[in-house]
């Protein structure tokens, strides 16, 4: 096929712009911000904030008190530990010597102290200095008892990483995938947040940038028209289906992408009905799934199958 450079309406609302994203510098964000998954010095509003992640991953929250040099050995491992497991859960450090109010939160009368929160339960950890290994024990045990409990999810950074200009830093392999995809290499992209996945499989940006750059693939050499004239001829053709959904997607009609797969879904059989659904599922991660289209769409998809 052709390629048709400027057929896609980027004027939409809704376009998902996966050709714009701006080469990272390579290197650390030496002199800006690192990217972490810790809340430094959280007031009430802050605290209020984080707390709304206990429901998808551990919170870890320490109630510091900068006077007691415990406070500061409990920082040294704790903050480190809570980054190494990239958003399988975070970090609250709140300065209860500058918010003596926010102790009585968690009933604690003084601290230092650290609390982990799952859901609607608080557990007190500890209230003096760990070691690493124990502290990466406990870590390992409550982590565990989410993934028991159905939290087994990431959250992003709380904190973005930057570099001395401000500009957002990407992790090596991020990075690496999106130099790649700059220069059209897309196996190489792929494999790069092959890579990534590898190294944390719940690193979700990776899964989206890799569907991401599937569906670029997919539509890199397209003819729009020829490719939308086939998917009205042959309806029934899964296919030409699936040809168009992604056009749709790239296009920003993510709802008529969404919907003209799952009423192929329905009205299929055997495995054109199970191609369709698993490109779906790959849509799905494209747009992401906090999206409210895709919660959306996964209840027609349910009902479609069931």
Do not use: C
Request: proline share 6%; glycine share 6%; charged share 20%.
């Amino acid at each position: 096929m052709t390629q048709q450079p400027d057929s896609t309406p980027s004027h939409s609302r809704d376009a998902i712009d996966l050709s714009q994203i701006p080469a990272q510098s390579a290197g650390q964000a030496s002199g800006g911000t690192e990217q972490s998954w810790v809340l430094q010095d959280a007031d009430q509003q802050a605290l209020q904030g984080l707390l709304q992640h206990a429901a998808s991953v551990p919170v870890i929250i320490h109630l510091a008190a900068p006077s007691n040099p415990a406070s500061a050995h409990i920082d040294a491992v704790l903050q480190p530990a809570i980054d190494a497991r990239a958003g399988r859960m975070v970090m609250g450090r709140v300065d209860t010597e500058a918010h003596p109010e926010l102790l009585q939160m968690f009933g604690v009368p003084a601290g230092p102290m650290v609390v982990a929160l799952m859901g609607q339960q608080a557990l007190p950890l500890f209230n003096e200095a760990v070691s690493s290994e124990q502290l990466e024990q406990l870590l390992d045990e409550i982590n565990s008892s989410a993934v028991q409990a159905g939290m087994a999810g990431t959250v992003p950074p709380l904190v973005e990483a930057v570099d001395d200009d401000g500009d957002a830093v990407l992790p090596p392999l991020h990075q690496e995938a999106e130099a790649a995809l700059q220069a059209e290499n897309y196996d190489d992209a792929i494999a790069a947040y092959d890579k990534a996945l590898t190294e944390n499989p719940q690193d979700d940006e990776a899964v989206r940038g890799k569907a991401r750059v599937g569906l670029m693939q997919r539509t890199h050499d397209a003819d729009v028209q020829q490719v939308r004239a086939a998917g009205a001829e042959h309806p029934n053709d899964v296919a030409s289906q699936t040809a168009v959904a992604d056009l749709d997607v790239l296009g920003g009609h993510v709802k008529d992408a969404f919907d003209r797969l799952v009423k192929f879904i329905g009205r299929s059989a055997g495995d054109d009905k199970e191609t369709a659904r698993l490109h779906l599922l790959e849509l799905y991660k494209v747009v992401g799934d906090q999206d409210e289209r895709v919660a959306a769409s996964r209840r027609k998809l349910a009902s479609a199958l069931f």
